[in-house]
């Protein structure tokens, strides 16, 4: 029946194919081919497992020679990018299974409705050194390190009195500021001055030293304070100074002094906590010499934990065994039963048995080719209670990226040329963008946000033009500066000459860290008032150390 049916069809195509250019086959119903019972929703139903349906076959210039191609009209392209297209009534599209993943097709405009994320953090570029994007319209830039940009960053240009080399911006002379102060008028200085980073920075040096310092208060970094002037010691009866040394040379009277050791201690009521010298170097006792009984209130280890009772060592009961800091349990425990949950087979067991899965019927196998698609069930208990293959369906790539999901990129995305596609436009900016960071065509590299610079007192800023306002140059007396910090040694020009403050202008606070360096006696009208004769001494007051103390 079925050849009967193909050779009736075929004959009645032939009859007609000589006066008409194009036939309607038949025109009451539907025509079966290798069926006799065609399905009545279809014009054509083709009923075979051993054939295929081949669809017409041509080039990419035969297709669109096609004239006035209806919506609809299918085609296999055999060149330039092979493949079934459709025509939509406007153009001839392609049918792509899945979307297509370079990108290189993309309509314009293209919007995407979803978060581009990278597949992994600091690993996918948007562009490349070759494939730059002609302009990226962002609303904030936020960086690694939490800082953010919103206006861009404008190179500046060197103006009146301004080098710059690199990201250094530098003062180039007569019409900047004088970064070494050696031209200063009579100064009166209204701020601070503070070193750049702390213990860095001299105030004057070993060869060029102030005249004199007229500080209100000297402030040392372990908090002491010094507001009157040390004057040093000079060695007295019995007392011998060498360096920062004093020595007792002599004593009569032997018995009055400290007995270092604490040898000869009667009962004693301390009423300063005993320090070691250093941290962790010192014993309370030695492993010959114990004290008989120690009576703390609470014991603080270094980790901050406390005891304040005493520990009881433990002793080893029924079953447990104790080496060391170590407690260890000496007898076995038993399992008296097991029972299956669900989804396992094997009933209960006392003594010995077997617990496996139960079996859910799913044929053992691999499921899935290179052209079908597993589909796996599994149920609450982990199990696959079911497991097929289905056939891929065709999907048209979304070109315009427009209905996008929350989406994760494991690849960079490249313009197709170079300086000639835009990420974002003026009017669809992106709301945030985080990059790890910014490569410009010069190979220079921002990773951090760029904010913009404002004008201060005597700067002047026009478009990314940075210039000095002040006339002349730096103002040679300070006495308008702001909060200042000083990244350089102050000097005077010239040794012994120039004084810090003034008899009638001293500073409030002077802040060192290190040594005070002076040529002089530390005298206060012409009274020596500082001294350090012999050994771990000091003596302070008028004609200090001159005087026998009896102490060594």
């Known amino acids: 029946m079925k050849k009967l049916i193909i050779l009736s069809v075929a004959i009645m195509f032939a009859a007609t194919m000589h006066s008409v250019a194009q036939n309607t086959f038949p025109s009451y119903g539907s025509v079966g081919v290798y069926t006799t019972t065609p399905n009545s929703s279809a014009a054509l139903d083709i009923d075979t497992i051993g054939k295929g349906l081949l669809i017409p076959r041509m080039t990419k210039v035969q297709r669109d020679a096609i004239a006035t191609p209806a919506t609809g009209l299918l085609i296999y392209q055999t060149n330039s990018t092979p493949g ?3 025509y939509s009534g406007s153009a001839w599209t392609a049918i792509n299974n899945g979307a297509n993943k370079t990108l290189n097709n993309l309509t314009a405009p ?3 409705n979803q978060d581009l994320l990278p597949d992994t953090n600091n690993t ?6 070759s494939y730059r994007y002609k302009n990226v319209y962002p609303t904030t830039l936020i960086f690694p390190d939490a800082t953010w940009q919103t206006t861009a960053f404008i190179p500046y240009t060197a103006g009146s009195g301004i080098s710059i080399a690199g990201n250094t911006i530098s003062s180039t002379g007569s019409s900047g500021a004088n970064l070494s102060l050696s031209n200063l008028a009579s100064t009166a ?9 702390t213990n860095n920075i001299d105030l004057g040096s070993a060869t060029y030293r102030y005249k004199d310092v007229y500080p209100t208060t000297l402030i ?7 507001s009157t002037a040390f004057v040093p010691y000079t060695s007295g009866s019995g007392i011998n100074i060498t360096g920062n040394v004093i020595s007792n040379t002599g004593d009569a009277n032997g018995t009055d002094d400290a007995d270092l050791s604490l040898s000869n201690l009667t009962t004693t009521s301390v009423n300063q906590s005993l320090l070691p010298s250093t941290t962790n170097s010192k014993d309370l006792g030695s492993s010959s010499l114990s004290w008989k009984d120690v009576y703390p209130t609470t014991i603080k280890f270094p980790d901050a934990t406390t005891q304040s009772t005493a520990f009881v060592p433990y002793t080893s009961g029924s079953g447990i065994s104790i080496t060391g800091n170590v407690i260890s349990n000496t007898t076995g425990g038993t399992v008296t039963s097991i029972t299956a949950g669900t989804g ?3 009933g209960t067991i006392t003594n010995s048995g077997t617990v496996a899965l139960a079996n859910s019927g799913v044929t053992a ?3 899935g080719t290179s052209g079908t698609i597993p589909v796996i069930t599994i149920d609450a208990t982990g199990r696959v209670t079911s497991a097929s293959t289905i056939a891929p369906s065709l999907a048209l790539a979304n070109k315009n990226l427009s209905n996008l999901l929350t989406t994760s990129i494991n690849q960079s995305l490249i313009p197709s040329s170079n300086n000639s596609k835009d990420l974002g436009s003026p009017s669809l900016a992106w709301n945030v963008v985080y990059p790890t960071s910014i490569k410009f065509p010069d190979a220079s590299i921002q990773s951090t946000a760029f904010i913009p610079y404002t004008s201060g007192s005597g700067i ?5 033009v940075i210039s000095s306002t002040v006339a002349g140059g730096a103002n040679l007396s300070l006495s308008n500066l702001t909060a200042t910090s000083i990244n350089q040694s102050l000097l005077p020009s010239s040794n012994n000459t120039i004084d810090l403050g003034s008899s009638t202008l001293a500073w409030k606070n002077v802040f060192a860290k290190g040594s005070i360096n002076t040529d002089s006696a530390y005298k206060i009208n012409g009274k020596q008032v500082l001294s350090t004769k012999g050994s771990n001494n000091l003596f302070v007051g008028a004609d200090a150390g001159i005087v026998n103390t009896g102490y060594s």
Request: aromatic residues 12%; without cysteine.
């Open 84 to 86: 079934f297209y459709f």
């Open 110 to 112: 293209t919007k995407l």
């Open 124 to 129: 996918i570029d948007i562009g490349s050194a």
């Open 189 to 197: 200085i209204n701020q601070s001055l503070i070193p750049a980073a």
């Open 220 to 226: 040392f970094p372990d908090a002491t304070t010094q």
């Open 344 to 346: 396992l087979t094997g």
């Open 365 to 367: 196998g691999t499921y």
């Open 460 to 464: 002047s800023i026009v478009g990314n």
